[in-house]
């Protein structure tokens, strides 16, 4: 017997915080059953308690067992159904929060399809302590959700990930403080007590990027965020994110979430995700 039971979060979080759960649930998938997204708007986790199930996202495909767990990325594209065992067993939680995509970065996660983590019995104890938090809603529930996305996500680091290196964390902090402007590449060494060049290289060598295109993805991360949880213009949120040029913001919003902010916007109002349903 099929079913899927999902636990909303918060609809307009009164707190400022950098991270938090939208969601979460579970459910039992019968043969046949899939789900895709195009350009996705959310980031998910989902944990194979029972069963199989079949992911392909961004052309990449994976199988994942009992648990398993497979990370459904933001901005990518994804159809995963339920495996060659016939059923689906699962537990679900998505996240939010202008600090999501730095943390994933910094844990090793973001580019990850799919893992086996080290304590699965660990991760089922707090998805259901998600669903609990949803369904009974208690005092402080914004400041919990937030807690318990980070814990999550700490859960599924994998172990062998080694710490940036203190001027690359120096200087991702300034970044992180002067989103709202241009970068200047010298002021950020600065705060790296680095020279420019040095700098660069330790960017690409841990983060895979240099520091003007991770701080243009972070402001496109935050512009995503005020998106989802704002009803500001989408002028005032390219304003607010340092973009003054609403067709260059809206050029480069597209490039890292596939849509653009307004169609984004309206995507995740509508809820824009396309169930296959029997296959």
């Keep these: 017997m099929e079913f899927e039971r999902g636990f909303p979060g918060i609809e307009a ?3 400022r915080l950098p991270l938090r759960l939208h969601n979460a649930g579970y459910a039992r998938w019968e043969a046949g059953h899939s789900f895709a997204r195009e350009h996705s708007t959310i980031f998910a986790v989902e944990l194979i308690v029972a069963g199989d199930c079949e992911l392909l996202q961004d052309g990449h495909p994976e199988v994942i067992t009992a ?3 497979y990370l ?3 901005g990518a594209s994804h159809t995963y159904r339920t495996g060659p065992s016939g059923f689906l067993l699962k537990r679900f939680a998505s996240m939010a929060g202008p600090a999501l995509e730095t943390l994933l970065d910094h844990m090793g996660l973001n580019k990850l399809d799919a893992l ?3 304590r699965p019995a660990v991760i ?4 259901r302590k998600a669903v609990a938090l949803f369904r009974n809603r208690p005092e402080g529930l914004e400041i919990e959700s937030s807690q318990l996305a980070y814990r999550l996500l700490a859960e599924l680091a994998p172990s062998d990930v080694p710490a940036l ?3 690359l964390q120096r200087a991702l902090a300034w970044m992180e403080r002067h989103l709202a402007g241009s970068l200047d590449t010298h002021s950020l060494a600065r705060a790296a007590g680095l020279s ?3 700098l660069g290289r330790l960017f690409q060598r841990h983060l895979g990027s ?4 991770l701080h243009l993805d972070r402001k496109m991360a935050w512009a995503a965020e005020l998106l989802r949880e704002t009803t500001q213009p989408v002028k005032a949120i390219a304003a607010a994110v340092g973009c003054p040029d609403a067709l260059y913001f809206s050029t480069q919003f597209k490039r890292r979430y596939g849509k653009s902010p307004r169609a984004w916007r309206q995507a995740l109002q509508r809820g824009d995700d396309k169930r296959i349903g029997k296959l």
């Design 67 to 69: 648990g398993g767990v």
């Design 116 to 118: 086996r983590p080290g």
């Design 165 to 167: 290196p203190e001027p």
């Design 72 to 74: 459904l990325r933001q």
């Design 196 to 198: 420019p060049g040095h």
């Design 124 to 127: 089922e104890g707090l998805f």
């Design 13 to 15: 979080p009164r707190l």
């Design 210 to 213: 240099s520091p003007l295109r």
